[in-house]
């Protein structure tokens, strides 16, 4: 089985920063692209911003110039910096990889729990 934990939600102050982890670990041969998604209430998940197992990244259009994705491949660990945040930034943000548990195996999808990031004064 493969886990992902999130960390680093919480409440922050409109144009505060907040920074989110998630660590992946299991059963894991290798992880193609890792990625931040997001629901807020009443709406559908929407991506937030991916990075390949190479470093290329993709972001909504929504935060780019606001969001960075970063990788730590050795730690299987992607970040999410969180920049200059608007109220409409809040939602439960999810992590999600892409993983392959074995040699020539099928790839599959996993999430994180979800973290909670409000932007408020």
């Known amino acids: 089985q493969v886990q992902l934990v999130e960390s680093g939600g919480g409440l922050v102050q409109p144009g505060g920063s907040l920074r989110l982890s998630c660590a992946a670990s299991?059963?894991?041969?290798?992880?193609?692209?890792m990625g931040w998604y997001r629901q807020a209430p009443g709406k559908q998940r929407e991506l937030v911003a991916t990075v390949t197992s190479g470093g290329s990244t993709n972001y909504a259009d929504s935060v780019k110039g606001r969001f960075t994705i970063s990788r730590d491949n050795a730690k299987n660990t992607v970040y999410l910096q969180m920049n200059s945040l608007k109220p409409e930034d809040t939602a439960v943000y999810y992590c999600n990889a892409r993983v392959q548990k074995v040699v020539a195996g099928p790839i599959y999808d996993y999430w994180g729990q979800g973290t909670q990031v409000t932007v408020s004064s």
């Open positions: 299991g059963s894991i041969f290798r992880i193609y692209s």
